[in-house]
């Protein structure tokens, strides 16, 4: 077995790189990581990112990419990994930000000196500009009005590229760098996605940006899968500067099984590479994690990461400006449904720190996380007293949400579902909501209940599995988690009290590196699939009991429709935050 082939799988991320070799049984054989805080704080960044004060910009400097790569490549050789032995590689870049590369970069790529580092001979000479905007920015508001009414408003935008106009999307940042930059914009000879950056690296020139992973950029027509004129020439300038902006993108690679090239020599002959190794597409960290199980397509997937993200596979095309609609990374004609919200971990963790810092529970050596818990299973769902129609209902944003697109702040109400009224709390005195210990479940069922409302448009019909006879609400089929969050018994029980899952909450059990394991999985495939559809291929392989642990019911029968019925009362909290406008709400 000493010979047999190995796969890597890579994910350049917001706070490091990490990357997962896994062998032809897709059991992970060596894994390395890189933190950019821990070991490239010379960049002088933080959490992986430069966030000027008083702006809202949020970027990171493209050598650090560089530096981590090269790291992450000898940590697996430290590691004990035979790197002769990786036949395929893939992987996964953060969306959504780009790479500006110079005109020299293609022959500096090419002839590259495995004496010399990446860092030394491609930065700052193949750049155009240092740095890579990071999904995290929030500076393009003028840019996003300026797409949403190119084609008529957002809803016309989503349903042409799967999403309404984002601060993050590529194509918004990119008329941005061209306002900002003009002329290192006119000296940009190519543009790049953290994905496609990444796999040009490894092949020795700059490759193609992949259809999944392009439909973060509000540029791609989804229906007919090119670039769009209309938007190209809003990003450009003018109809005639369209040409220049096509070719600095290139073209979109549309074959998920076609690979992308051997690997360049640079690194066959630095770390020892196998010349006979292979490049596939790599794709965005969203719809990487997809491929790191079978996921049915009436299942969901969630990963509680910095960002969490609701996913979902699924046939049908019903863009909304509400949510993403992206092309599946290996699925021809499948889509990728997917809701992401800026505040997932971060705000769990203020909640959870106001109840330890009132409580003083941390000090006392508990688990971070035990404090929060008791004020959970203190309260009933809702917060509801017995026989109350009154649900306390609230939104914790420590920074400006995507869904929905709300200023930073909190917000706390009592609503009462007979009136429909809604009545705000107080920060101190109310007998109803007891602040911070009242939050613990606010906040999580708020997550959930904000999924439940957008993800209403993908559910399908579900069967007891008890009892096929028996028809239940449209639900996932299964809810699985998986990142820091699908730890935490709280989170799995409101997941599944609020989602349902007629066959249950599962754990996803790869540790952190679901979107590095799926790149693997998809170099794996890519070698070995023998044009079998990659589902399938998966599914044949996927030994569940190593990967998944179910650990929670799901569907309750009597929860369910509690929290169906607040949906309405849920959305008119949220249009009081959206209705805030710029103004952040008083942090309570
Ligand atoms: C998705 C998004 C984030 C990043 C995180 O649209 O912006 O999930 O991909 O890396």
């Known amino acids: 077995m000493a010979s047999e082939a190995l796969y890597l799988g890579l994910d350049l991320s917001t706070q490091g790189l990490k990357a997962i070799a896994v062998n032809p049984a897709l059991q992970p054989v060596c ?6 805080d821990a070991d490239l704080s010379h960049h002088g960044i933080h959490k992986g990112v430069i966030a000027p004060a008083g702006t809202d910009e949020v970027f990171a400097p493209v050598a650090m990419y560089l530096e981590a790569l090269e790291l992450v490549l000898g940590r697996l050789k430290e590691n004990g990994l035979d790197l002769g032995r990786v036949k395929g590689i893939s992987g996964a870049g953060m969306q959504h930000g780009t790479v500006f590369w110079s005109a020299k970069a293609e022959q500096l790529l090419a002839e590259l000196d495995p004496e010399k580092t990446l860092a030394e001979q491609l930065a700052p000479a193949a750049f155009t500009h240092e740095f890579a905007p990071n999904w995290q920015d929030a500076s393009t508001e003028e840019e996003c009005g300026a797409f949403n009414i190119a084609l008529g408003g957002p809803e016309t935008l989503a349903r042409v590229t799967g999403s309404r106009a984002h601060h993050r999307f590529s194509g918004p940042q990119i008329l941005k760098f061209r306002k900002h ?14 994905s496609s950056f990444l796999a040009s690296l490894f092949l020795g020139h700059i490759t193609t940006i992949e259809a999944s ?7 791609l027509n989804i229906l007919t899968r090119t670039w769009h004129p209309a938007l190209l020439s809003l990003t450009a300038g003018t109809p005639a500067a369209i040409p220049s902006l096509t070719a600095k993108l290139g073209p979109v690679s549309l074959d998920p099984s076609a690979p992308l090239g051997s690997i360049s020599p640079y690194f066959t002959h630095r770390f020892g590479l196998n010349p006979a190794c292979t490049i596939h597409p790599f794709t965005g960290d969203n719809p990487a994690t997809l491929l790191a199980l079978p ?16 996913l979902m596979s699924t046939p049908h095309y019903v863009p909304h400006p509400d949510y993403h609609l992206f092309l599946h990374p290996t699925v021809p004609d499948a889509y990728m449904f997917m809701l992401c919200y800026k505040n997932g971990a971060l705000a769990r963790e203020a909640v959870r720190d106001a109840i330890n810092a009132k409580t003083g529970t941390e000090a006392e050596g508990e ?35 995507i869904v929905p697109q709300a200023p930073a702040g909190t917000w706390r109400v009592l609503y009462d579902e007979s009136t429909g009224g809604m009545t705000d709390v107080p920060l101190e005195g109310c007998p109803e909501w007891s602040v911070p210990e009242a939050d613990a479940r606010a906040i999580l069922e708020s ?4 999924m439940r409302l957008r993800a209403r448009a993908m559910m399908t019909p579900q069967t007891d599995p008890a009892d096929p006879a028996k028809k239940l609400p ?19 029980g409101v997941a599944g009290d609020v989602l349902g899952g007629v066959e249950g909450v599962y754990r996803l059990e790869v540790g952190g590196n679901a979107c590095a394991l799926g790149g693997a999985y998809r170099a794996a495939w890519g070698e070995e699939g023998g044009g079998e559809g990659f589902e399938e291929w998966l599914k044949g392989r996927w030994e569940e ?40 709400h008083a942090a309570r």
């Open 367 to 401: 688990d971070v996380w035990a404090a929060f818990q008791r004020a959970m299973d203190a309260e009933k769902p809702l917060g509801r007293a017995e026989g109350s129609n009154v649900s306390r209902l609230g939104l914790f944003f420590p920074r400006p949400e």
């Open 447 to 450: 997550q959930f209940l904000s």
């Open 474 to 492: 449209d639900q996932p089929g299964r809810v699985y988690l998986v990142g820091g969050g699908a730890r935490s018994d709280a989170i799995v």
């Open 31 to 36: 894994e390395a990581n890189v933190n950019f």
């Open 181 to 194: 930059h003009p002329e290192a914009y006119a000296a940009t000879a190519r543009i790049s996605l953290i």
């Open 295 to 310: 996921l049915a397509q009436s299942s969901a997937l969630i990963s509680l990461g910095t960002s969490t993200t609701f």
């Open 545 to 584: 009991h190593k990967f998944a642990a179910k650990v929670g019911k799901g569907y309750d029968a009597e929860r369910w429709p509690v929290y169906g019925d607040v949906l309405r009362g849920f959305e008119g909290l949220e249009a009081k935050a959206v209705g805030f406008g710029d103004v952040n």
């Open 213 to 219: 992973d392009a439909c973060g950029m509000n540029l």
